[in-house]
């Protein structure tokens, strides 16, 4: 098996999260309660949606760049 069969979903989510939250400074388990909590509007960072209205507004405003419309 190649690499790449091997890559999960739940390695992509990792990644993505490792990445936000290295660019971020905003703790890893933060991000995946925001992510578990889908009562909350829903905001796309990458290839993952982060949920919670505190973070569509935290994120518009410093990390933009990561946001898909």
Do not use: Q
């Not at 936000?20 to 509007?41: C, F, H, M, Q």
Request: net charge neutral.
């Amino acid at each position: 098996m190649s690499e790449s069969e091997n890559y999960t979903i739940e390695d992509h989510l990792f990644y993505k999260v490792s990445y936000l939250s290295d660019a971020t400074n905003v703790p890893k388990r933060t991000i995946y309660n925001a992510i578990e909590n889908r009562e909350l509007g829903t905001v796309r960072v990458g290839c993952i949606r982060v949920e919670g209205r505190e973070y569509k507004r935290w994120l518009r405003a410093n990390y933009t760049e990561a946001l898909v419309a």
